[in-house]
Structure formats: structure tokens, C-alpha cells
């Protein structure tokens, strides 16, 4: 069934590890952003109801209930199956929480990163480990109790002492679900670009190995299956049926319509990308569009879930030989027909995934 992606790329600061188009940007172009945003959604010929809406960022919980309701009203379904709003800790106040309630939203998904105050203030990231708390006691009591954590291993000063020590506030906030991300190295973020160039800054120079960072992601599977949040995907983690509906429709190749800079959408065979950058976006929308090849892309969304995929005679044919060669490799197993990634295959994925692209 479908989805809506709406984009809100405003952030009252820009962490060094962020690679997203998003930043601070000045006050007035919000105004001319959500215009445009709104104006975007009205124009759009809906052929069907969405069940599941996602208000990414950026930092979509600075918005002001009213605005935040003038574009959830336009956007047919409510109330939906689910409704996720992104939320940066400390930005939740117990009157935004009841509204977001009443605008149909159930779901909440924190950017923690950690709870360790020293990895924090490297990435430039203000909250405190009591702050999340805080505001998961506050949705809670307003009656959201869907809740998402964020947490990335890999962050500068890192350790399997300062990571437990977050594992261990996951234990004693008890969520339903959790994404656990590997650091991604790239000339997108601040940080990225100065490991690239082989500097310091941003503490770039105490970045975990990446063979620390795998055991850092080993230890938090391992962790958070003792608390019952088993991992459906490669970086995220549920108790049972609380797995994030609508990120479950891009692995699924289900299909969503995107608003806003940068948002993606999918009608199951084309795919098309609004402007990345706000100023193009705003000066002339026009959406880029792509045929879809499903064959790949089935591979290599599906073997992102831990369930796998079922292998047809046609995907048998045209990938016959690297899945023979990862099942002896043993990054691939089957089971009563589903082709899943092994333990050892999660941590070299991308490699594997190389293999299935057309």
C-alpha cells in the first residue's frame, strides 16, 4: 500500500556527521519553503489513499503545530496506519507532543546518536541523555508510544565502554523500536570530508577502526535481542509488530509519493527526486524522473530485511552465479526458498550488493 514522504530540511544546526541536504537556513525562507511545500501537495493527483505518512528532515519538530497541520491536511487518509514525525531531543515540549497526537501522528523517531555527553559535543549534537528521557516520559504521556532511537557507532572517541553505556539507556528508556547506523564516510558531511582528507577536526582523528565499528554493531544486536528487539533489517531493530510501516514500503518496493526538497517518490515503476538544494527547489520544481528496473532493485532493497527474499526462476537465471558464489562464501544461506544475508554477509552488504546491479 502506499506512502507520502514529506521533507522539512531545516535544523537549528548541522552536525558534523550529517550527510543529508539539510542545514540552518535563514528564517525567512521558511516561510517561502512551506508555500511552496503546501502548493506542492495541492497540485498532486492523488490515485489512492496513503496508510502511512513520514515527516523527515531536517528537524521537522521545530515546526509549530499549525503549520505542521496545514500540510498534514492536505494529504488525504487520516487517520493513517501510521504517522512518523522525526524529532531532535530537547525540541519536545508536552503541548507539541498532545498535538501531534491530535494531528494523527503515533509514531515518533528520536536522532539520538548517543547518550554519551563527550560524543556528543564533538558532533555538535546539545541534548543530554536526561533530555531523551525526558521527552520519551513526555510523549508517552501524551499518549505516543511509538517511539524510535537512533544511535550511530562509529562517532569520534567511541568506545565499547561509552557504547554500552548508551545500550544501556536503551534498556532503561525501553523503546519499540531502534536504528542502529554505521558511520558513513563521505565528502556529504563535514566529518566525512576531514577523515577523507586525512585531518583532525570535528575529531576526525578518533573515529573508530572499522573493525571496531563492526564489533561496536555486533554487540548492539546482541544487546538488543535481550531486550526483545530482534533486527528485521540491517539497521533496525523492533519488538514484534512494531517494525516502522512505512520504511517497510521502500524495501518492499511498495509505492510513495515524495514532497519537499530532495524527497524521492516510486509509482512501482518510474522513480523521480525533487531539486536537492531549497533555491532550486523553490525557483522551479521539476521532478527528475527514472525508469525503475525492478529485478535489481528487488535484490537489493530485499536483502536488506533479515527475512530475505524469494528468489524467482528469472532473478535464478540472471543471478545464478553470485548467489552460488556467496552461499559457498557463506554471505548468502537459503532457506525453504528465501535467500537471506548471513551474519557475515550483513557487515560486507554493500559489496554483495554491487553484484546485483544491472
Known sequence: MPGVYVSYPFCAQKCTYCNFSSG??????????????????????????????????????????????????????????????????????????????????????????????????????????????????????????????????????????????????????????????????????????????GGTRYGAGAVPSADLIADLYEAAVLRLATLGLNRYEISNFALPASESRHNMKYWLLEPYAGFGSDAHSFDGRLRWQNPEKIDEYLGAWQAVRAESNPLEERFFVGLRLTRGIRPEPREWERFGEPIRRFIEQGLLETTDGMLRLTARGIMLSNEIFQEFLI
Open 24 to 197: 540552518v537556513f535563514p528564517e525567512a525562507l521558511e516561510s517561502r519553503y512551506l508555500h511552496a511545500l503546501r502548493a506542492e501537495i495541492q497540485r498532486h493527483q492523488w490515485a489512492w489513499r496513503p496508510e502511512t505518512v513520514y515527516f523527515g528532515g531536517g528537524t521537522p519538530s521545530a515546526l509549530e503545530p499549525d503549520a505542521l497541520a496545514s500540510i498534514l491536511a492536505l494529504i488525504p487518509g487520516c487517520p493513517w496506519q501510521e504517522a512518523t514525525i522525526e524529532a531532535a531531543p530537547g525540541s519536545i515540549s508536552p503541548e507539541k507532543a498532545r498535538a501531534w497526537q491530535d494531528l494523527g501522528i503515533d509514531r515518533v523517531s528520536l536522532g539520538v546518536q548517543s547518550f554519551v555527553a563527550a560524543e556528543l559535543s564533538r558532533t555538535g549534537r546539545k541534548h543530554t541523555a536526561q533530555t531523551v528521557a525526558a521527552d520519551v516520559a513526555t510523549l508517552r504521556a501524551a499518549g505516543i508510544h511509538k517511539i524510535n532511537i537512533d544511535l550511530i557507532a562509529g562517532l569520534p572517541g567511541q568506545t565499547e565502554t561509552s557504547w554500552h553505556e548508551s545500550l544501556d539507556w536503551i534498556a532503561q528508556i525501553a523503546p519499540d523500536h531502534v536504528s542502529v547506523y554505521m558511520l558513513e564516510v563521505d565528502d556529504d558531511s563535514r566529518l566525512g570530508r576531514e577523515i577523507l582528507a
